[in-house]
């Protein structure tokens, strides 16, 4: 009887880990924000929590589909053959399962927001299942990915309004945009050898490490920017300044972390500075609304 109560808790387990749901911590705030910023506060405990349903499903969802597309390079990529997919600790049709599911919360969830969310959903779908695929032909699969996340904010923002009128948003979905795609080319600087084995497309693979370190290093340049155009849209308060000081010092520091020559803090500078960065732009925006 333990072992049986154990099987479904061990499953859970490997699911999580395949979604990689402790990186929802990159994505999450930055939808918060969004949120917030609409709302010039609190938008109430249901907005709140369709909205965090509608961002993990979508998170869930998309992760699926890239495990199921990325299954048979991750088996030949010594990085990535432990994965639960090459390694046959779950099966692809677990995984089918999963992506179904969270996309039917998804739409749920949508529909419990409003209607311009759900006239939305289906552009949105593309773009999360569809990222996983744009390595096979373009190298600037990276910004498509930054994209895709970046419609977190814009998302929220909407769920809120019911309006993409104000340029706060599309500043937001931007910042995003640049903030994702340069933290993944440091990321993909790991497998560009093994990317162009494979035939995959990736800046780092098509024209070196040194230059995706360059452009990570301008694509965070881009976000500060963007975000200090958001602050200055929304009239924030000092807090927002400060914090935002703070975060292009960690931008900063994070491309100070790798070197064309020395990949070895990549996961400091993937998991850790990002995660502090979102919570911290987050907190910020909250209390500059304050002043």
């Known amino acids: ?77 010594p990085r990535t053959r432990n994965r639960p997919l090459p390694s046959g600790t779950i099966s692809p049709r677990a995984v089918r399962v999963l992506a179904v599911a ?9 529909w419990q927001l409003n209607r311009l969310v759900l006239a939305l959903l289906p552009g949105a779908v593309l773009f999360l299942a569809g990222y996983s695929y744009t390595k096979r032909f373009t ?28 340029p706060a948003p599309w500043l937001l979905w931007f910042a995003v945009m640049v903030w994702i795609a340069g933290f993944d080319l440091i990321y993909a600087c790991q497998d560009t050898e093994f990317d162009r084995t494979a035939g995959l ?50 931008l900063w520091w994070e491309n100070s972390l790798v070197r064309p020559d020395d990949l070895s803090r990549v996961n400091l500078a993937f998991f ?7 919570v911290l732009v987050l907190l910020a925006a909250w209390a500059g609304q304050r002043i």
């Not at 949120?35 to 699926?64: E, K, N, S, Y």
């Not at 969270?102 to 949508?110: K, Q």
């Open 102 to 110: 969270a996309l039917g919360i998804l739409v749920l969830a949508a």
């Open 201 to 250: 497309y990736s800046l780092p693979a098509r024209f070196g490490n040194a230059v995706a370190l360059r452009w990570a290093r301008v694509c965070h340049f881009l976000t500060v920017i963007a975000l200090a155009a958001t602050g200055l849209s929304l009239a924030l308060g000092w807090p927002f300044w400060v914090g935002l000081a703070v975060a292009a010092a960690l």
């Open 272 to 278: 850790n500075v990002n995660g502090y960065i979102s």
């Open 139 to 166: 190298w600037a699969s990276h910004w498509v990915l930054g994209f895709t996340d970046g419609m977190a904010p814009a998302g929220a923002w909407a769920a809120v309004t019911g309006s993409l009128a104000h």
């Open 1 to 77: 009887m333990v072992g049986a109560r154990r099987k479904p808790v061990s499953r859970l387990r490997v699911l999580l880990e395949l979604v990689k749901f402790e990186h929802t911590i990159f994505a999450l705030p930055f939808a918060y924000l969004g949120m917030t910023l609409a709302a010039d506060g609190w938008p109430g405990w249901p907005r709140f929590a369709w909205i965090t349903v509608a961002m993990i499903a979508a998170r869930t969802f998309a992760f699926a589909v890239n495990r199921l597309a990325d299954r048979f390079y991750d088996s030949r990529n």
